[in-house]
C-alpha cells in the first residue's frame, strides 16, 4: 500500500513538472523571463514539499530523500526572487530542464558552502 502511494506521488510530481510549458522565442522580455523562471521554481517547490513525506518511511534512503527534498524546499522559498534575478542575470535557457539544473547546482552549491563553513 505504501509503494502504491509513493508511486503515485511521484507520478503527480513528474507530471506538474513535465507540464510547465516553456515560453518561446529568443526575444523573450525581461518580465517573460522573470514570469517563466518563478513559475520554474514554484513547481519546484511543490514538487520537493510532495517529497517531504517521505520523511516518515521506514526506509533510510526514503527518509534521507524526505529530508532533502524538504532542505531543498526551504532553500528555494527563502531565496525564490535571488534566484530568478540571477538566472535572469545569466540567462538560464527558456526550458524547465535547464532551470532545473540550474536550481539543482545553487542548491547543492550551498549545502557544500555550509558545510565547509560548518564547525
Same mark, same amino acid.
Given at each position: 500500500m505504501k509503494h502504491r502511494l509513493v508511486t503515485v506521488i511521484v507520478i503527480v510530481c513528474l507530471a506538474s513538472v513535465l507540464g510547465a510549458a516553456?515560453?518561446?522565442g529568443d526575444e523573450s522580455s525581461t518580465d517573460q523571463r522573470k514570469s517563466f523562471y518563478?513559475?520554474?521554481v514554484n513547481t519546484e517547490i511543490e514538487n520537493?514539499?510532495?517529497k517531504v513525506v517521505l520523511t516518515g518511511s521506514r526506509s533510510k534512503n526514503l527518509q534521507a530523500y524526505g529530508e532533502k527534498a524538504a532542505l531543498r524546499t526551504v532553500f528555494l522559498s527563502r531565496n525564490k526572487e535571488a534566484l530568478v534575478r540571477e538566472m *535572469?542575470?545569466?540567462e538560464v535557457n527558456l526550458q524547465p530542464q535547464? *532551470?532545473?539544473q540550474y536550481l539543482r547546482e545553487r542548491f547543492n552549491q550551498e549545502t557544500h558552502t555550509r558545510l565547509a563553513t560548518a564547525p
Open positions: 516553456p515560453a518561446r518563478l513559475k520554474c520537493d514539499s510532495c *535572469v542575470a545569466q535547464a *532551470v532545473q
